[in-house]
């Protein structure tokens, strides 16, 4: 079957048969669009490998993603996301179970001891976690230092993340994402509280969003920040809600899911990868495309934030996708120009989705007209352009003329 491979549209492609399968029967008996089924399999991969993977360029890079999923509630957003990271949450149960075992052993094993400078007490258990749902600042650097293996921000509804966040902003806890995003330190320092610091952090933030809700995320300078810049979303074109069927997921899917995620959390063991010679070509003509387009006049502050981004990113899907290859076969510690091909069309997508938020954003018309000119550059025709955008094929010429004639 021949997979779409247009910016609209996540790509199936890139995946191994056994993980297309997984993807299309989920989508199937969910009766949902499977770009939220394909971005709930990148964001718990990525959450999965977590800081044992690293691909090594001019910068390193950890494969840390911040997803959002947006549709309007009932468009089946949150299952995918469930669905891929349920054996995570099984992992931090099972965590869960012997800290508890160990901490009742430390208690008694101290009860009734006296603290006294010649007696050397041994550590008090730590609770390794990997996913964290409602966290304060402290709590989320306590887990980064008890699982240097990193941790996503998970949330069903990420409204409720960004609310939080507007509360904890006064402490710094919105600059410290962003540098743990950008791979620098993770930092907390509180009056009588002993300090945190995490030198290699990774923290995903993954959840879902509802559409209507986009405007309230510009609030607090992230939309000046370039915050919303670091976040994926994931929209798909959806014109109705799926219906109830009584059909479930075969087993044997769910069995596939287990093996994906645990041997891409089991399996890696600080694995260090780096770019081919011609993938490492094709990753330099995507950067360049972005300082040009950063450059052309008209575009938007947000799509100039977002394109300065997908450098970043691009290698970050690259490096998740060859790990996933990993698991069905021997792929090496090199990533080809196939899978960079591949990452740049993902890439593509959250480019284009980016530009539908910043509509939600801004309220006007003014990044409609700087997605038909970026679809323009991008060698689309005016007619597909129109169809993309949901504008006539008339206003789509008068923008793109406008633009060529310097009155833009």
């Given at each position: 079957?021949?997979?779409?491979?247009?910016?609209?549209?996540?790509?199936?492609?890139?995946?191994?048969?056994?993980?297309?399968?997984?993807?299309?029967?989920?989508?199937?008996?969910?009766?949902?669009?499977?770009?939220?089924?394909?971005?709930?399999?990148?964001?718990?991969?990525?959450?999965?490998?977590?800081?044992?993977?690293?691909?090594?360029?001019?910068?390193?890079?950890?494969?840390?993603?911040?997803v959002a999923l947006v549709a309007p509630s009932g468009y089946g957003k949150t299952e995918p996301l469930k669905f891929f990271y349920a054996p995570l949450h099984n992992i931090d149960g099972?965590?869960?179970?012997?800290?508890?075992?160990?901490?009742?052993?430390?208690?008694?094993?101290?009860?009734?001891?006296?603290?006294?400078?010649?007696?050397?007490?041994?550590?008090?258990?730590?609770?390794?976690?990997?996913?964290l749902s409602d966290a304060t600042p402290e709590a989320t650097g306590i887990a980064l230092q008890s699982n240097p293996h990193g941790v996503t921000l998970f949330r069903d509804e990420l409204?409720?993340?960004?609310?939080?966040?507007?509360?904890?902003?006064?402490?710094?806890?919105?600059?410290?994402?962003?540098?743990?995003?950008?791979?620098?330190?993770?930092?907390?320092?509180?009056?009588?509280?002993?300090?945190?610091?995490?030198?290699?952090?990774?923290?995903?933030?993954?959840?879902?969003?509802?559409?209507?809700?986009?405007?309230?995320?510009?609030?607090?300078?992230?939309?000046?920040?370039?915050?919303?810049?670091?976040?994926?979303?994931?929209?798909?074109?959806?014109?109705?809600?799926?219906?109830?069927?009584?059909?479930?997921?075969?087993?044997?899917?769910?069995v596939e899911r287990n093996k994906l995620i645990h041997s891409l959390h089991y399996n890696l063991k600080y694995e260090d990868f780096t770019l081919s010679q011609e993938a490492h070509a094709?990753?330099?003509?995507?950067?360049?495309?972005?300082?040009?387009?950063?450059?052309?006049?008209?575009?938007?502050?947000?799509?100039?934030?977002?394109?300065?981004?997908?450098?970043?990113?691009?290698?970050?899907?690259?490096?998740?996708?060859?790990?996933?290859?990993?698991?069905?076969?021997?792929?090496?510690?090199?990533?080809?120009?196939?899978?960079?091909?591949?990452?740049?069309?993902?890439?593509?997508?959250?480019?284009?989705?980016?530009?539908?938020?910043?509509?939600?954003?801004?309220?006007?018309?003014?990044?409609?007209?700087?997605?038909?000119?970026?679809?323009?550059?991008?060698?689309?025709?005016?007619?597909?352009?129109?169809?993309?955008?949901?504008?006539?094929?008339?206003?789509?010429?008068?923008?793109?003329?406008?633009?060529?004639?310097?009155?833009?």
């Amino acid at each position: 079957m021949k997979i779409d491979q247009s910016i609209r549209k996540l790509s199936l492609e890139p995946f191994p048969d056994d993980v297309q399968h997984i993807i299309r029967e989920c989508a199937r008996v969910y009766g949902t669009n499977p770009d939220f089924w394909v971005s709930g399999l990148l964001a718990a991969s990525s959450s999965a490998i977590g800081t044992h993977a690293v691909l090594h360029t001019k910068y390193d890079n950890y494969p840390s993603l911040w997803v959002a999923l947006v549709a309007p509630s009932g468009y089946g957003k949150t299952e995918p996301l469930k669905f891929f990271y349920a054996p995570l949450h099984n992992i931090d149960g099972k965590n869960f179970e012997k800290y508890k075992t160990e901490l009742d052993e430390y208690r008694e094993k101290n009860k009734g001891r006296k603290s006294n400078a010649s007696q050397v007490k041994e550590e008090e258990p730590k609770l390794e976690q990997l996913i964290l749902s409602d966290a304060t600042p402290e709590a989320t650097g306590i887990a980064l230092q008890s699982n240097p293996h990193g941790v996503t921000l998970f949330r069903d509804e990420l409204i409720g993340f960004f609310k939080d966040l507007k509360r904890y902003n006064i402490n710094g806890e919105q600059q410290n994402l962003l540098s743990a995003f950008s791979g620098s330190p993770y930092k907390v320092n509180r009056v009588n509280r002993p300090p945190i610091f995490v030198r290699h952090p990774f923290i995903n933030i993954v959840g879902g969003l509802q559409s209507d809700l986009l405007k309230e995320l510009a609030s607090d300078s992230r939309d000046v920040s370039g915050f919303l810049a670091r976040i994926l979303f994931v929209m798909p074109e959806i014109h109705k809600t799926p219906l109830y069927t009584r059909e479930e997921l075969p087993d044997s899917v769910k069995v596939e899911r287990n093996k994906l995620i645990h041997s891409l959390h089991y399996n890696l063991k600080y694995e260090d990868f780096t770019l081919s010679q011609e993938a490492h070509a094709a990753y330099e003509s995507f950067y360049n495309k972005n300082k040009h387009l950063n450059n052309l006049k008209g575009y938007s502050d947000h799509m100039r934030m977002v394109n300065s981004k997908m450098d970043i990113h691009v290698l970050r899907i690259a490096l998740v996708l060859h790990c996933i290859q990993l698991v069905y076969e021997d792929k090496g510690y090199e990533i080809s120009l196939q899978t960079m091909r591949h990452a740049i069309k993902l890439a593509e997508y959250f480019r284009f989705t980016a530009g539908k938020v910043g509509r939600y954003l801004t309220g006007t018309q003014i990044d409609k007209k700087d997605l038909i000119l970026q679809l323009s550059r991008m060698g689309h025709g005016q007619r597909k352009i129109a169809d993309i955008v949901g504008v006539a094929q008339p206003y789509v010429s008068q923008v793109i003329n406008k633009h060529l004639s310097g009155n833009s």
